[in-house]
């Protein structure tokens, strides 16, 4: 079993023009900040977090109209899970293209 190191972990990124559609679809939204300046500190600060701890921090933006048939597809529920793991899906192809053209 090869033990490799994570150097990148995907974060769930949203733009602030679609921050109250992201809310109502959102099936865990009670849970999120209800402004976006509030959401977008604690975001970046969760970015430096993960840089100062010598791993890259990848954005994987989320899209209101875009996100809902992307669990469907997965047969997921669109909440935290379901944003992790599309965060974490970007951030895997992201590094692999990178891999692969050098």
């Known amino acids: 079993m ?28 009670s849970s999120l900040y209800r402004d ?4 977008l500190k604690k975001a970046e600060d969760l970015v430096n977090q993960i840089t100062a701890s010598g791993k890259r921090a990848i954005k994987a933006e989320i899209n209101p109209n875009d996100f809902p048939g992307w669990c ?3 047969g997921i529920d669109i909440d935290a899970n379901a944003r992790n793991r599309f ?12 891999i692969n053209r050098t």
Do not use: V
């Open 2 to 29: 090869i033990n490799q190191e994570i150097k990148a972990i995907g974060i769930a990124w949203y733009r602030r023009e679609d921050y109250p559609a992201l809310l109502s679809i959102f099936t865990d939204a």
């Open 36 to 39: 976006y300046d509030s959401w």
């Open 72 to 74: 469907r597809d997965r």
């Open 87 to 98: 965060a974490n899906e970007f951030a895997f192809r992201t590094i692999n293209l990178e």
